[in-house]
């Protein structure tokens, strides 16, 4: 409830005015039409207090949202600092992902996830791994590397069964290691 969210941040200004101009900001973003003006909220908070990791990943993912991926690449790995947090794998992942779409520093994006999944963090709203290894088999894909794409998306198979985008993943894999001259038709 929109109007209940809003009376209960303006109950928190008393209180930490930082954090209610967060969550107001936050309701904003909420609305597809107007990222643009909460992302303008968000950089006006880091502004304010520079640095904030929570500030930073929304700022972030706003900037996912509205495909601004090589920007919001930069902002993510502005999280990665050692040792990660809960918020720095979070960016860790987003950081991948956001390569991935853009075909840029796919080893890096690699890399990346692999990290993630050799850490294995877990805790309140961490990506989980049925996404982290679907992530990682777009990438080896991108690589060319289908071998490891098709193993990486078995994997996100197993952990999450019937998810539609991993299938298509697979299929994809598939004919292309079907394909003749691949080289791997040879080996099924």
Do not use: C
Not at 41 to 51: D, H, I, N, S, V
Not at 62 to 71: A, S
Not at 102 to 118: G, H
């Amino acid at each position: 409830n929109k109007k209940k969210a809003q009376g209960l941040i303006e109950e928190l200004g008393p209180h930490d005015e930082f954090r209610r101009d967060f969550w107001r900001a936050t309701l904003v973003s909420v609305d597809e039409q107007r990222r643009e003006e909460a992302l303008e909220a968000f950089r006006a908070l880091e502004a304010g207090k520079p640095g904030d990791p929570d500030v930073l990943f929304t700022i972030g993912d706003l900037l996912g949202k509205l495909d601004r991926w090589t920007e919001a690449v930069a902002v993510f790995d502005s999280l990665l600092a050692e040792p990660l947090t809960r918020q720095g794998y979070n960016a860790l992942y987003q950081a991948a992902k956001a390569r991935e779409k853009i075909d840029v520093e796919l080893d890096q994006a690699l890399a990346l996830l692999e990290r993630f999944e050799r850490d294995d963090p877990v805790g309140e709203l961490m990506p989980s791994m049925d996404r982290v290894h679907y992530h990682k088999g777009r990438v080896l894909e991108k690589l060319g590397r289908l071998e490891e794409a098709r193993a990486s998306y078995l994997v996100a198979e197993e952990l999450k069964p019937g998810e539609k985008r991993v299938a298509d993943g697979l299929a994809r894999v598939d004919a292309a290691l079907a394909a003749p001259g691949s080289g791997a038709e040879a080996e099924r």
